[in-house]
């Protein structure tokens, strides 16, 4: 059976029937890298993530970590592709996109931005990577950002499908139902206690969340007019 290597001139050259084999051991090992970076994250919280730390829970050199994914960010990516810790903001919708296309847009908005919070809220590995941007470290910092432009990313393509929602008004009012869906999610996971409610309490969780709902409705059919 052929090896997928042959000599000429006493040089080892590769043949088309290694690269299979190779792309199939540079898969595992990657594979070996984001599960480690998973399991040091929900171990031992943002705070113990890093290089050093990453690559002493999977067992390969830091070359290896920088070939295939660029640094931590590009672990962290793949992390939330890969293992679908991102599940896409079309999951999230919870309705055929047909129908969410002819709701208006306000409407579209909240959905959208009250499904996320109640995602992330349930995701604790996903929220602890997200309070990263907190830490002294900036490679977790990067690592943090590059995650959230590929949420940010997933939001834009979906809510951007029509003319209507490029009017400054409700990309404002987006933009402010985003950030307050990120806090409060977060907030619950770190920090539950928020104005007198147990955000980790599922009644108070659901109160605060018809607040949101209650002022995205208030300013949303007047945005865009």
């Not at 090992?29 to 040091?40: G, N, Y």
């Not at 996109?97 to 809220?121: K, Q, S």
């Not at 209650?214 to 007019?225: E, H, Y």
Request: glycine share 8%.
């Amino acid at each position: 059976m052929s090896s997928g290597v042959i000599e000429i001139e006493g040089n080892a050259v590769e043949t088309a029937g290694s690269r299979p084999r190779q792309r199939a051991r540079r898969l595992a090992t990657e594979d070996v890298i984001i599960d480690a970076f998973a399991r040091v994250l929900v171990r031992d919280g943002v705070s113990g993530l890093g290089v050093n730390a990453l690559i002493k829970e999977a067992g390969v050199g830091k070359k290896q970590v920088y070939e295939y994914f660029g640094g931590l960010p590009g672990v962290a990516t793949e992390w939330v592709t890969r293992r679908g810790v991102w599940p896409g903001i079309e999951a999230l919708i919870g309705e055929p996109m047909a129908v969410f296309t002819v709701r208006p847009p306000h409407e579209r908005i909240l959905r959208a931005n009250r499904n996320y919070a109640d995602m992330l809220r349930k995701n604790a590995p996903l929220c602890e990577l997200l309070t990263g941007e907190f830490t002294r470290s900036p490679e977790v910092k990067d690592a943090v950002e590059h995650v959230r432009q590929l949420i940010r990313a997933d939001f834009e393509r979906v809510m951007m499908i029509d003319e209507k929602m490029a009017h400054p008004d409700l990309l404002a009012l987006n933009a402010v139902a985003y950030s307050a869906a990120t806090y409060l999610a977060l907030r619950a996971h770190s920090q539950p206690t928020f104005f007198g409610f147990d955000l980790s309490i599922e009644a108070s969780w659901q109160i605060v969340g018809a607040m949101f709902e209650r002022v995205v409705r208030l300013a949303g059919p007047q945005a865009g007019k």
